[in-house]
């Protein structure tokens, strides 16, 4: 994609892009899906209040199939400002948070709810993968597929639109927001694959009387009620830690980071799909453990290995030339770093925000969330590129400061 940058840049004005304004578009395409992100976050209450779960996840499909014919077209055009502006608006409703979905489509067993909120981040993880593999320079990595490849992210959003509308909507939002009893009955029976579903008919019939009676909370109206207060503290420190730990920085720039460990050119496509199958084993993990272990020791143990890794990636990084052997260490380290995050930082905090909030405030929750994740996400997709040119020429102990978290 930079040398399309490049090569662009040159057929318009004449001249070879500068250094750093090519840092500058390379930042701004890293950074606008995370930008679209948090204005589609602001989106969250309005759209699942009005148009349903299923009905929002179905319009979402719209921001990613639009977007990904632009970015499979923007080569032909000529114009890499198809591709930023395409990123920014793939995003900008996907970040109703699939997280949510789990445990408020239909209530899920409490002995369970943990795990299975962890499975979308598992998708996730798989999604990821998939997209390294694709990455590979002998399948679509190359200056002939990569536009194919972006392109590709429309496939998933037109199998949801064509099979999703035969799913059920979510039991709770038909009873307690849409008042029909009789819809909600039989898409809770349809998804347990029994009858007898009345004592979750009337476990949510108690949660509508008990949301009736507080009124739907807004973003102002949580952020003032002192009840909620260490709530609304908690899912804004862990989403922010979440981000600013530096997990992105790594994904987003793995290949460099990589490189700069020693590894060479030729083999570091196949270190970075490595790096992500063991994402997703981790994150498999997690969904078995996280209801023995708890979500408070996984996120401490989770960012502890994270801060452990960094401080001895950068001791590697810094000693590099010293010794044959501190390349390897360097990627053991980035290693154990995508554990660490895997096993807690990374799932915890959807499942946390879920399971601290009611029905009538965890739409607003989840806007607040969803803000400081994707404000955190895109704050270090922006400002890391320019960190790296700095840390580069100064050195590369400070390669992966920004991961310090």
């Known amino acids: 994609m930079q040398e399309f940058y490049n090569q662009t840049y040159y057929d318009r004005y004449g ?31 309005p759209l699942v209040n009005k148009l349903g779960r299923k009905g929002t996840l179905l319009f979402n499909n719209i921001f990613s199939i639009v977007p990904a014919v632009l970015m499979g077209a923007s080569e032909a055009a000529k114009s890499y400002e198809i591709i930023i502006a395409a990123l920014s608006r793939r995003e900008y409703v996907q970040a109703c948070p699939p997280m949510w979905f789990p445990c408020t489509w239909v209530r899920s067993p409490q002995r369970t709810c943990g795990a299975i909120g962890i499975v979308p981040q598992l998708f996730i993880t ?11 320079r002998s399948m679509l990595g190359n200056t002939r597929g990569w536009t194919l490849m972006l392109a590709l992210t429309g496939i998933p959003a037109v199998i949801e639109l064509v ?10 939002y038909m009873l307690i927001q849409k008042g ?35 009124g739907r909370l807004s973003v102002l109206n949580l952020c003032s009620f002192p009840s909620l207060r260490w709530q609304l503290i908690s899912i804004t420190v862990m989403n922010m830690g979440q981000q600013l730990s530096g997990v992105n920085a790594i994904y987003y720039y793995a290949d460099r980071i990589y490189g700069s460990a020693g590894v060479k050119e030729s083999d570091v496509q196949y270190v970075t799909v490595g790096t992500g199958s ?48 501190m ?12 554990i660490g995050h895997a096993i807690g930082p990374s799932p915890i905090p959807y499942v946390v925000t879920t399971e601290m909030f009611r029905q009538s405030s965890r739409p607003a929750a989840f806007m607040v969330a ?21 840390s580069m020429s100064t050195g590369r102990h400070g390669l992966l400061s920004a991961g310090k978290g």
């Open 15 to 45: 001249n070879p892009i500068e250094d750093s304004y090519l840092t500058l578009l390379w930042s701004l395409s890293v950074s606008m899906f995370p930008l679209g992100g948090f204005f589609g976050s602001l989106m969250v209450a």
């Open 126 to 136: 798989i999604g990821i993968l998939v997209a390294q593999i694709f990455g590979i």
């Open 163 to 172: 099979l999703l509308p035969f799913f059920p909507e979510s039991p709770r």
């Open 180 to 214: 029909d009893e009789e819809k909600a009955r039989k898409a809770l029976q349809r998804l347990r694959g029994w009858e007898d579903v009345d004592s979750e008919m009337e476990e949510m019939r108690l949660e509508e009387q008990s949301e009736k009676a507080e």
């Open 278 to 325: 063991v994402n997703v084993f981790m994150t498999i993990a997690a969904v078995f453990i996280v209801e023995a272990s708890g979500r408070k020791l996984l996120l401490l143990i989770g960012f502890g290995i994270c801060g452990a890794a960094c401080v001895v990636l950068t001791i590697a990084l810094t000693l590099q030339g010293d010794a044959e052997w």
């Open 327 to 338: 390349p390897y260490l360097s990627i053991a380290c980035v290693i154990v770093y995508i």
């Open 370 to 390: 969803g803000s400081v994740h994707w404000l955190s996400n895109f704050t270090v997709g922006l400002v890391f590129p320019f960190m790296e040119v700095t």
